[in-house]
């Protein structure tokens, strides 16, 4: 069994910056996609951020040269770096890693972010 747990969510002012992290353990042959997504209240589900197994990265608009997605495969993390935050920002974040052979998707908990003065 898989689980992923995340952690480095706040409260933080506008402009200010946070990294937040997600650590895979349990039985673990090999990461490909990993990606973040977030959830503002009232609001559904939406994609933030994505690494392919080769390293290519995707961002949405709304925090493309803000964010930044990185992993460390020997630790079996990923993270996301966040840049210049906005009150709109304010979410739930959550990370999304693609694990093993066949390929199964697992999830993080969730880690609350709230960008505030």
């Known amino acids: 069994q898989v689980q992923l747990v995340e952690s480095g969510g706040g409260l933080v002012q506008p402009g200010g910056s946070l990294r937040l992290s997600c650590t895979a353990s349990?039985?673990?042959?090999?990461?490909?996609?990993v990606g973040w997504y977030r959830q503002a209240p009232g609001k559904e589900r939406e994609f933030a951020a994505i690494?392919?197994?080769?390293?290519?990265?995707y961002y949405a608009d709304s925090v493309k040269g803000r964010f930044a997605i990185s992993r460390n495969n020997a630790e079996n993390t990923v993270y996301l770096q966040m840049n210049s935050l906005k009150p709109e920002d304010t979410a739930v974040y959550y990370c999304?890693?693609?694990?093993?052979?066949?390929?199964?998707?697992?999830w993080g908990q969730g880690t609350q972010v709230t960008v505030s003065s």
């Open positions: 999304k890693m693609v694990i093993g052979r066949p390929l199964n998707e697992y």
């Open positions: 690494e392919y197994i080769g390293g290519s990265t």
């Open positions: 349990g039985s673990i042959s090999s990461i490909s996609t």
